[in-house]
């Protein structure tokens, strides 16, 4: 499995953003939030990602220990994704920028169609 160069930060919402930044990182963590899924159950969740995106999100999060990946040895395998402690600890942190948006969207999108 090859991946991608590790980077070194000095800035902590740096490096934060980088490790979660994406419209797709945000919202498979936020499904796993809700419990441990398939990969096709990510695929229905996530209208609009294409396969070779969500392997590729899923094994940036794999790397950076958001997110585990657990085989299991069955015929056809079977392969389960789950937050992490570390991952489950941006849980709270999506769950304030979900309230935050619930707040404001209303407000925001009446701008949007002026």
């Known amino acids: 499995m090859e991946y991608q160069k590790l980077y070194k930060f000095d ?7 980088d490790l979660i930044g994406g419209k ?3 919202l498979i963590i936020w ?3 809700q419990g441990t899924k398939r990969f096709t159950e990510l695929e229905k969740l996530l209208p609009g990602i294409t396969r070779k995106v969500l392997i590729q999100q ?8 958001i997110i585990d990946r657990i085989v299991y040895p069955e015929v056809p395998p079977k392969v389960e994704y789950s937050l992490t ?3 489950r600890e941006l849980f ?4 304030a920028l979900y309230h935050w948006g619930m707040m404001h ?4 999108n009446s701008l949007a169609e002026t």
């Open 11 to 17: 800035c902590p919402i740096d490096f934060s953003l």
């Open 31 to 33: 499904e796993l939030g």
């Open 92 to 95: 709270p942190v999506f769950d």
């Open 105 to 108: 969207m209303d407000y925001l």
């Open 85 to 87: 402690p570390q991952g």
């Open 24 to 26: 797709w990182k945000v």
């Open 58 to 65: 899923l094994k940036d999060l794999e790397l950076y220990k």
